[in-house]
């Protein structure tokens, strides 16, 4: 089955890998568009692409399983509610190989690959989801949740002030700022402890 995706890739996430090179402007027009369709993967066939300011906007058509990868992605989330993890990440796994870009087993493999300690892993997972669905609020508090646990602050901050954008009343995103506002007051009084004592007269 083919169908039409659509993906916005933030500049903030892609900072330390290839892709990152195209919002720098450091390669020509044929090798950017060759990281794109790198990144998209050997399922997908790239249309447009655009650069507006610190996003990608992305145009591609993709082969895919669909309903096989969704079948398993069901699977996956029964198993979960079964107390058995390791069932799921099997179910997950495979969704993604037959659908790569599947929003749902992204994000679910994501959050999976969070809660057995796996935080790298777990990002480049949520980071595509994000880009096939920048819409979705759980996606942008989980990247925060792992941001701040990375010691990433100015990451985190950047996805609660999207989310806080997205869903500025609701009661995830007061669970993100007041995840935030602690983390911000430490590393305000580190750095006041690293100031060095005046010399006396």
């Known amino acids: 089955m083919r169908r039409e995706l659509y ?7 892609h900072t330390s890998d ?11 027009k044929q090798a950017s568009l060759a990281l794109v369709q790198s990144y998209l993967g050997s399922q997908g066939r790239l249309k447009s692409v655009a650069l507006e300011d610190d996003e990608l906007v992305v145009s591609a058509e993709i082969r ?6 969704g079948n398993l992605v069901r699977m996956g989330r029964e198993a979960v509610r079964k107390g058995r993890p390791r069932s799921a990440l099997g179910h997950y796994e495979e969704a993604l190989k037959l659908s790569p870009w599947n929003f749902e087993a992204l994000k679910a493999l994501g959050r999976l ?10 990002c480049q997972l949520l980071i595509r989801a994000r880009e096939a669905n920048p819409a979705d609020a759980t996606v942008l508090a989980l990247l925060a949740e ?3 646990h990375q010691g990433r602050r100015l990451a985190a901050r950047s996805y609660v002030a999207q989310l ?4 500025p009343d609701s009661e ?4 993100a700022v007041s995840r935030i506002q602690p983390a911000d007051a430490v590393a305000a009084r580190e750095r006041l402890a ?3 004592e005046p010399e006396a007269d």
């Not at 895919?64 to 990868?69: I, M, Q, V």
């Not at 690959?113 to 777990?122: G, I, L, V």
């Open 7 to 13: 993906l916005r890739i933030h500049r903030e996430d």
């Open 146 to 148: 792992i941001s701040l």
């Open 64 to 69: 895919e399983f669909s309903e096989e990868s």
């Open 172 to 175: 995830r995103t007061r669970r």
């Open 194 to 196: 690293d100031v060095p």
């Open 113 to 122: 690959y969070y809660r057995n300690r796996k935080p790298d892993a777990a």
């Open 164 to 167: 806080q954008r997205l869903e």
């Open 18 to 28: 290839a892709l990152g090179r195209v919002f720098l402007g450091v390669e020509d």
